[in-house]
């Protein structure tokens, strides 16, 4: 019998984060469109924010980040006091289960959703229930509640949805709300909320203010092209800040995030032009890929969902070989049960060019009748 540290089994049973291909086969630069980064990058205003702040490295960082929650707050219309920060909404997401759920309670998530939310609910030992997407992979409402029971503490929903990019309409979401038990937290994540299109979209401030147990998450990592600093953001009832205020590690968000997330909302231009362009080679992307003979889920985000053939050579992993051997490098999600399709985040427009000449090569000469 080992007398060593022993973890918490439902620490020993976490299984290894395993990251995408970075490197190409024989070196050589590679095209990054695996992670749903932001194809402009940020905002100089906000890099110039980070170079000065630089200069004050040795002090700790505002605990409350006022300025950045003022910032936000002024940007969407919201009460900053109802504003927590975090380091990127990973935390803030992970903070939430923290304050309600605890060893065998469950969470509720999407079987397509944010691969995050299954390994937030076994890190604290609960238990993650997948709930399989309709068939337009979009989230199923009817199908979430059916999973709810009363050990149910929340239900995450990624909206617009990462990997498949499909977006669930507000009254959808109001519907589901309406349908949970009050003591069930529903956690909307608008990671992707800068990059929707669709009118029927609403990220759900408005939801959080009539209810108390509906908390928003949004990060600056997606569009505003800040991922490698790990900022996002809760706006949450009154209580639920308080909580996850209370629980959070005080300087969660360093001086640098804290100074280019201010500078970031200031520049409205750049995030404009980021959105701009993020519609229009999405839209581009999408036509070129369907051109190619490859079916896309239509997207309301940075990247797109792409299905290929269960046809050997054709196959989603052999695209996925084929575009990294050729210096790109895509997302597959085998085992979230995606094997047959690719994410590919909308790039530049060099990027996107490639990419489409590349896959146009790969399907050369098939037709949808090969499949059969
Ligand atoms: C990227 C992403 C996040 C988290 O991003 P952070 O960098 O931690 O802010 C959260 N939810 C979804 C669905 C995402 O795709």
Request: glycine letters at 8%; one cysteine or more; a negative charge.
């Amino acid at each position: 019998m080992s007398t060593g540290p022993t973890p918490n089994p439902w620490i020993a049973d976490l299984a290894p984060y395993k990251p995408g291909r970075a490197k190409r086969a024989g070196g050589g630069p590679v095209e990054k469109l695996s992670a749903n980064e932001a194809a402009l990058g940020p905002s100089p205003k906000a890099v110039a924010a980070v170079e000065a702040a630089a200069e004050d490295l040795w002090h700790y960082p505002d605990p409350g980040a006022a300025h950045l929650r003022a910032a936000i707050a002024e940007a969407h219309g919201l009460d900053a006091d109802r504003i927590v920060c975090g380091a990127g909404s990973d935390e803030v997401l992970s903070l939430l289960a923290h304050i309600f759920a605890k060893p065998g309670d469950e969470i509720v998530h999407s079987q397509y959703g944010f691969a995050m939310y299954p390994v937030i609910a076994r890190g604290l030992g609960a238990r993650a229930v997948p709930v399989a997407n309709a068939a337009t992979l979009v989230a199923d409402v009817d199908g979430i509640l059916a999973a709810v029971t009363e050990r149910t503490r929340l239900v995450y929903l990624d909206n617009p949805n990462n990997p498949t990019g499909a977006m669930l309409p507000w009254d959808e979401v109001v519907r589901l709300h309406r349908g949970l038990p009050g003591g069930v937290i529903l956690v909307l994540d608008g990671a992707y909320a800068e990059a929707v299109t669709d009118p029927a979209y609403e990220a759900g401030a408005a939801l959080v203010d009539a209810a108390d147990n509906v908390v928003m998450t949004r990060t600056f990592s997606k569009l505003y092209g800040l991922a490698g600093l790990r900022l996002g953001w809760a706006y949450a009832p009154p209580a639920i800040a308080d909580w996850l205020n209370r629980l959070r590690p005080p300087f969660n968000v360093n001086t640098t995030a804290q100074a280019a997330g201010v500078a970031a909302l200031s520049d409205r231009d750049h995030l404009a032009r980021a959105r701009d362009h993020n519609t229009r080679w999405r839209d581009w992307l999408t036509a070129a890929l369907m051109a190619a003979g490859i079916e896309v889920v239509p997207s309301q985000t940075n990247f797109v969902l792409a299905r290929f053939p269960r046809v050997a050579g054709r196959t989603a992993k052999d695209a996925l070989d084929f575009l990294a051997d050729n210096g790109v490098l895509v997302r597959w999600l085998p085992d979230q049960g995606l094997d047959a399709y690719l994410r590919i985040t909308v790039g530049t427009e060099q990027q996107m060019h490639a990419l489409a000449e590349l896959l146009a090569m790969f399907m050369e000469g098939w037709t949808r009748a090969a499949e059969g």
